[in-house]
């Protein structure tokens, strides 16, 4: 049966995580296959998002926006066009 394990190549050597450690202690050979992945940018995303996040919390300790009211904040940044047929 194939097993799947995850590693790190740094120029010509794979750095392998510990379960493959677990598993090959001895001095023994052993064949393996090497996929080289994409990257993901699911994790980059995740990455952002954490920043992004820590970024916000920073903001409210901070308490940045204490003195902005929202509903005031909004009106004033919205610019609503009329809409045809309505005159109001």
């Known amino acids: ?15 392998w995580g510990e379960e493959v450690q677990r598993k090959s ?8 296959l090497v996929t080289i ?13 954490k920043r992004m996040a820590a970024a916000l919390e920073k903001l409210a300790q901070a308490k940045a926006f204490a003195g902005i009211d929202p509903v005031a904040w909004q009106q004033d940044v919205r610019q609503d066009r009329e809409l045809p047929g309505r005159d109001e």
Do not use: C, I, K
């Open 37 to 49: 992945l994409e990257e993901e940018p699911a994790q980059e995303e995740n990455e952002r998002g």
């Open 25 to 32: 202690r001895d001095d023994h050979p052993v064949q393996v």
């Open 1 to 15: 049966m194939l097993q799947t394990f995850r590693a790190t190549l740094r120029g010509d050597l794979l750095e």
